[in-house]
T-cell receptor, first 111, second 114 residues
């Protein structure tokens, strides 16, 4: 989606932290999401954050939201080979029923 | 609990042929969606259905039709396939009516149009 942008590729070593970044343009985003897609599979919701929050933590995952810069990040601590996948940022605008997705970031974890 | 089931998983068509992608969910969700996924472009919404009997266009509806026959099923039809419709198609359904759009996706249908 043209309104949500992500870098295409990230490579990290097993055990390191990964940080995947996303920028969006619409200031009326109400929810922002991170979805994960493993090879040959559909997307699975990892986590989401409401727009009035700055941070959300869930086990190895930390989501940071900077509303001023319209920037969302996903940090994966102690990255494992099983974390290798494509990660999609997405937003809901207002009370809408639709998600707008970014182009996805392919995370490669090297042993 | 199967979640969202799509058929077929793979299909090869010739230009001008027609076909229907089937999607069914067993979670009693009201909203259902069809997306296409192309490299580097993320997922783009083709059509969605907020409830049984209603459908609305998404970002890229041209060349497609949909049908929401009942609460469980939401089909996507290509009347005259074109090479530009070569893509991976995902069906999804939504839990809840308000708040966050938590979608459950099917495994995808890979379509190649020659």
């Amino acid at each position: 989606g043209e309104d949500v942008e992500q870098s295409l590729f990230l490579s990290v070593r097993e055990g390191d932290s990964s940080v995947i970044n996303c920028t969006y343009t619409d200031s009326s985003s109400t929810y922002l999401y991170w979805y994960k897609q493993e090879p040959g599979a559909g997307l699975q919701l990892l986590t989401y954050i409401f727009s009035n929050m700055d941070m959300k933590q869930d086990q190895r995952l930390t989501v940071l939201l900077n509303k001023k810069d319209k920037h969302l990040s996903l940090r994966i601590a102690d990255t494992q080979t099983g974390d290798s996948a494509i990660y999609f940022c997405a937003e809901t605008i207002g009370a809408g029923n639709m998600l707008t997705f970014g182009g996805g970031t392919r995370l490669m974890v090297k042993p | 609990n199967a979640g969202v089931t799509q058929t077929p998983k793979f299909q090869v068509l010739k230009t001008g042929q027609s076909m229907t992608l089937q999607c069914a969910q067993d979670m009693n969700h009201n909203s259902m969606y069809w997306y296409r996924q192309d490299p580097g472009m993320g997922l783009r919404l083709i059509y969605y259905s907020a409830s049984e009997g209603t459908t609305d266009k998404g970002e890229v509806p041209n060349g497609y039709n949909v049908s929401r026959l009942n609460k469980r099923e939401f089909s996507l039809r290509l009347e005259s396939a074109a090479p530009s419709q070569t893509s991976v198609y995902f069906c999804a359904s939504r839990a809840g009516e308000s708040g966050a759009n938590v979608l459950t996706f099917g495994a995808g249908s890979r379509l190649t149009v020659l």
